[in-house]
């Protein structure tokens, strides 16, 4: 009887065993025959700068900051002064130059004056050698009279030549002059910092009274236009972007959206990833940068953190 009963046991084991394996492979056939999810969207960290780009603006001179005149967050046109620095020497070795110039036209001019009279002599003289050599040869006057009136031709030429000389010494000097003033006026606009586009200063990196240098970066600067997110996808959904694709951006806080755009620029090449990366992270991912100009902006701020979400579908 225990022999009966052992046997029927095993069978029912058996059984259940058989019933759970073929389940099991159902299961697995229903998951492995279930269609991949479709990918719609792709998320990406973002920062938002002006479509033109954040730009550092530089010193071209040297000296001390007199006045700042471009406050942070205030809007200037292109060509706007932004910061003087002390000219006092500038100025006064240009208007010693200046000075100059006016002494040296009238030089120039004094010597065409008298180039002019010369030249009237000169030909005076010529044309009464001619007669005194026609009168040499008739007799009518003697060779001394003759050679007085070569000499003074000769005489005159030389003057002549000479006050050409002249004009073209003093010209010369005239124009190395002009050149000193026009040098010294582009010394004393670059102590001028002016505006390079529309837009406004973020960020002084300097103080009144500081002493710069030429090519010290001193602060940032925002074009005007429109404002950019710009990310990056990683390389498995990189060729899934297209250009014209709309995106959202939203807040890392809370996840409200601050903004919608389009694609309007691809990386053509793929690049270590770079954006809000961690130094120490060793991972080797390629990715693409995208940029998506945003449609409103007023929710969003220069150089933020956000998520940028871009729509395939």
Same mark, same amino acid.
């Not at 389940?23 to 792709?42: D, G, L």
């Not at 100059?100 to 009238?106: G, S």
């Not at 236009?225 to 250009?243: M, N, P, Q, R, S």
């Given at each position: 009887?225990?022999?009966?009963?052992?046997?029927?046991?095993? %069978?029912?084991?058996?059984?259940? !065993?058989?019933?759970?394996?073929?389940?099991?492979?159902?299961?697995?056939?229903?998951?492995?025959?279930? @269609? @991949?999810?479709?990918?719609?969207?792709?998320?990406?960290?973002?920062?938002?700068? @002006?479509?033109?780009?954040?730009?550092?603006?530089?010193?071209?001179?040297?000296?001390?900051?007199?006045?700042?005149?471009?406050?942070?967050?205030?809007?200037?046109?292109?060509?706007?002064?932004?910061?003087?620095?002390?000219?006092?020497?500038?100025? !006064?070795?240009?208007?010693?130059?200046? %000075?100059?110039?006016?002494?040296?036209?009238?030089?120039?001019?004094?010597?065409?004056?008298?180039?002019?009279? *010369?030249?009237?002599?000169?030909?005076?003289?010529?044309?009464?050698?001619?007669?005194?050599?026609?009168?040499?040869?008739?007799?009518?006057? !003697?060779?001394?009279?003759?050679?007085? %009136?070569?000499?003074?031709?000769?005489?005159?030429?030389?003057?002549?030549?000479?006050?050409?000389?002249? $004009?073209?010494?003093?010209?010369?000097?005239?124009?190395?002059?002009?050149?000193?003033?026009?040098?010294?006026?582009? *010394?004393?606009?670059?102590?001028?910092?002016?505006?390079?586009?529309?837009?406004? *200063?973020?960020?002084?990196?300097?103080?009144?009274?500081?002493? $710069? !240098?030429?090519?010290?970066? $001193?602060?940032?600067?925002? @074009?005007?236009?429109?404002? *950019?997110?710009?990310?990056?996808?990683?390389?498995?959904?990189?060729?899934?972007?297209?250009?014209?694709?709309?995106?959202? $951006?939203? +807040?890392?806080?809370?996840?409200?959206?601050?903004?919608?755009?389009?694609?309007?620029?691809?990386?053509?090449?793929?690049?270590?990833? %770079?954006?809000? +990366?961690?130094?120490?992270?060793?991972?080797?991912?390629?990715?693409?940068?995208?940029?998506?100009?945003?449609?409103?902006?007023?929710?969003?701020?220069?150089?933020?953190?956000?998520?940028?979400?871009?729509?395939?579908?």
């Amino acid at each position: 009887m225990k022999k009966v009963s052992a046997c029927f046991l095993m %069978s029912i084991v058996l059984l259940l !065993t058989i019933i759970s394996c073929q389940n099991a492979n159902k299961q697995e056939n229903i998951i492995t025959n279930m @269609p @991949p999810k479709e990918i719609t969207k792709v998320l990406g960290i973002a920062k938002i700068e @002006p479509e033109d780009g954040l730009l550092f603006i530089y010193a071209k001179s040297n000296g001390t900051i007199s006045d700042l005149v471009g406050n942070e967050n205030k809007n200037v046109q292109k060509g706007d002064v932004l910061i003087e620095l002390d000219n006092k020497s500038e100025l !006064t070795q240009l208007a010693l130059e200046k %000075s100059k110039i006016a002494t040296q036209n009238f030089s120039v001019e004094y010597s065409e004056e008298i180039l002019n009279i *010369v030249n009237v002599d000169l030909q005076k003289a010529k044309e009464d050698l001619i007669i005194n050599q026609k009168l040499f040869e008739a007799k009518a006057i !003697t060779e001394m009279a003759l050679n007085d %009136s070569k000499a003074k031709v000769e005489k005159l030429q030389i003057e002549y030549n000479k006050q050409l000389f002249d $004009i073209k010494q003093n010209k010369s000097k005239r124009n190395e002059i002009e050149a000193n003033i026009d040098y010294k006026k582009i *010394v004393l606009s670059d102590k001028m910092i002016r505006a390079p586009f529309d837009g406004k *200063v973020l960020q002084w990196d300097v103080h009144l009274g500081d002493y $710069i !240098t030429t090519g010290q970066k $001193i602060g940032q600067f925002a @074009p005007d236009g429109d404002l *950019v997110a710009i990310t990056e996808v990683d390389e498995l959904y990189a060729d899934k972007i297209e250009l014209g694709m709309k995106a959202e $951006i939203l +807040s890392q806080l809370d996840g409200q959206k601050m903004a919608d755009g389009e694609v309007v620029f691809m990386g053509n090449f793929l690049k270590k990833k %770079s954006l809000f +990366s961690d130094e120490n992270t060793v991972e080797d991912r390629r990715v693409r940068t995208i940029k998506v100009r945003l449609f409103q902006s007023s929710k969003t701020i220069i150089n933020a953190r956000v998520d940028c979400v871009i729509k395939l579908k």
